[in-house]
């Protein structure tokens, strides 16, 4: 095989910088998602109201406000919207890890 040091190489390092690259893309892109309720949220919500961090009231709180702003929104989107800022009201574990308390 007729083989220089700068030919034999240029392939697999080539072929290796394309595989790191391609896994930290892969990484970056799963930390930026975010879930249907949150899109939902900044769509809806953001549409007439400035928005609010989930964490400022409690699950019974945004349950009262979504029941009264509820018909502008189909059943799934009012679900997946109370899902998502439910799961982030204050008072829950999320919200505790989000501001670094511990509970």
Request: proline content about 3%; glycine content about 10%; charged content about 20%.
């Amino acid at each position: 095989m007729n083989c220089h040091i700068g030919k034999c190489t240029v392939l697999p390092v080539a072929i290796g910088a394309a595989l790191v690259f391609l896994l930290i893309g892969c990484h970056q892109g799963g930390r930026t998602q975010t879930s249907e309720g949150d899109r939902l949220y900044r769509a809806k919500c953001a549409s007439c109201h400035r928005l609010v961090a989930p964490d400022k009231y409690e699950s019974e709180q945004w349950h009262a406000f979504l029941a009264n702003h509820g018909p502008r929104m189909t059943e799934t989107e009012r679900t997946a919207i109370a899902d998502h800022l439910v799961r982030r009201s204050a008072g829950t574990e999320t919200a505790a890890r989000a501001d670094g308390s511990s509970g």
